[in-house]
């Protein structure tokens, strides 16, 4: 009797957790929307100033806090709050410029006319893109509109096959995997079997994608901000199997609506004294280089992340 009630009890929970999933998702396309009526400059103005009220009163606002609390205890309430309020209004305009990618992305290599995207590390995508016998990782963190950076990568004729972690609210994540298969390539959902699928991509020489700033509940013990925290492996196991090149990339938003898209040079990864790749410490070196983009630019980073451990 006791099992039927705590089952019934859990069906009720799963089809309220699934009419709240519901409502806020149609609240957010209600959003997208109305957005979609304005132009764009005036949209993403308009959604900026508003995340940038409503975001404080939110109960990741306080997340975010504590995590800027203890990534900077030497600034003030002020500094942080006002980090806070530019993480929301980063965060606004990446939701409303999945409505405006075409009008965004206007970057031409062909062009010397400048528009809202400029690239540097043009010479280094061109030598990619030339290098058909080997296979290459390019790694990111949730900066700017880092969504902008595999469009990037086709315009230089690289397909780039991008890991990625879709959003807990499955209408949600219907509606923007169906935004990204359009502007994006091919994507792999951070799930059991992802691993296997970037493998083979890999082993025919491709190019793979991912996002390395997020919490991996069994990942390597690494250090953020020098607070522990987990980092998930898998970039530097496939990096040490297939020998393969590591690039790191990032976007930067830019004044007036612009953004800067920077390739890096490789990264030279650590080696053990066998001279394989050392897991922990590329672990480690991807968190280092993220944290250096993170506090050149710690407005534009995704603060309400839970990413150090508890």
């Not at 305009?93 to 409505?99: H, I, Q």
């Not at 083979?200 to 250090?223: C, E, Y």
């Given at each position: 009797?006791?099992?039927?009630?705590?089952?019934?009890?859990?069906?009720?929970?799963?089809?309220?957790?699934?009419?709240?999933?519901?409502?806020?998702?149609?609240?957010?396309?209600?959003?997208?929307?109305?957005?979609?009526?304005?132009?764009?400059?005036?949209?993403?103005?308009?959604?900026?100033?508003?995340?940038?009220?409503?975001?404080?009163?939110?109960?990741?606002?306080?997340?975010?806090?504590?995590?800027?609390?203890?990534?900077?205890?030497?600034?003030?309430?002020?500094?942080?709050?006002?980090?806070?309020?530019?993480?929301?209004?980063?965060?606004?305009?990446?939701?409303?410029?999945?409505?405006?990618?075409?009008?965004?992305?206007?970057?031409?290599?062909?062009?010397?006319?400048?528009?809202?995207?400029?690239?540097?590390?043009?010479e280094i995508f061109e030598r990619i893109r030339d290098e058909k016998d080997r296979p290459h990782i390019f790694?990111?963190?949730?900066?700017?509109?880092?969504?902008?950076?595999?469009?990037?990568?086709?315009?230089?004729?690289?397909?780039?096959?991008?890991?990625?972690?879709?959003?807990?609210?499955?209408?949600?994540?219907k509606k923007i995997l169906g935004a990204r298969r359009t502007n994006m390539g091919h994507l792999v959902p951070?799930?059991?079997?992802?691993?296997?699928?970037?493998?083979?991509?890999?082993?025919?020489?491709?190019?793979?994608?991912?996002?390395?700033?997020?919490?991996?509940?069994?990942?390597?013990?690494?250090?953020?901000?020098?607070?522990?925290?987990?980092?998930?492996?898998?970039?530097?196991?496939?990096?040490?199997?297939?020998?393969?090149?590591?690039?790191?990339?990032?976007?930067?938003?830019?004044?007036?609506?612009?953004?800067?898209?920077?390739?890096?040079?490789?990264?030279?990864?650590?080696?053990?004294?066998?001279?394989?790749?050392?897991?922990?410490?590329?672990?480690?070196?991807?968190?280092?280089?993220?944290?250096?983009?993170?506090?050149?630019?710690?407005?534009?980073?995704?603060?309400?992340?839970?990413?150090?451990?508890?």
């Open positions: 009797m006791k099992l039927d009630k705590k089952l019934a009890l859990y069906r009720w929970s799963q089809r309220l957790k699934s009419v709240n999933y519901w409502l806020s998702a149609n609240i957010i396309f209600g959003t997208l929307w109305l957005l979609r009526q304005l132009p764009a400059k005036a949209a993403m103005d308009f959604i900026d100033a508003s995340a940038r009220k409503i975001g404080p009163l939110m109960g990741r606002h306080r997340v975010a806090m504590t995590n800027l609390r203890k990534a900077y205890p030497e600034k003030s309430e002020e500094e942080l709050q006002q980090i806070a309020r530019d993480m929301w209004g980063n965060m606004a305009r990446l939701t409303a410029e999945y409505v405006f990618l075409d009008a965004i992305f206007d970057y031409d290599p062909h062009s010397d006319k400048q528009g809202l995207i400029e690239v540097q590390g043009r790694f990111t963190g949730h900066t700017g509109n880092f969504e902008l950076l595999p469009i990037c990568a086709a315009t230089f004729e690289l397909n780039v096959t991008a890991l990625f972690r879709p959003p807990n609210n499955p209408y949600v994540a951070s799930k059991a079997g992802a691993a296997w699928s970037l493998a083979s991509v890999l082993n025919a020489d491709g190019n793979v994608g991912m996002l390395v700033d997020q919490k991996f509940h069994r990942g390597i013990p690494t250090t953020f901000f020098n607070r522990p925290c987990k980092t998930n492996p898998l970039l530097a196991k496939l990096a040490r199997q297939y020998e393969c090149d590591v690039y790191p990339a990032r976007c930067v938003r830019l004044p007036g609506g612009r953004f800067r898209l920077e390739l890096e040079e490789k990264m030279e990864l650590p080696r053990d004294e066998k001279g394989a790749i050392d897991l922990t410490a590329t672990a480690q070196a991807l968190n280092d280089k993220v944290e250096s983009w993170v506090r050149e630019y710690p407005g534009q980073w995704m603060w309400f992340h839970k990413r150090w451990n508890k």
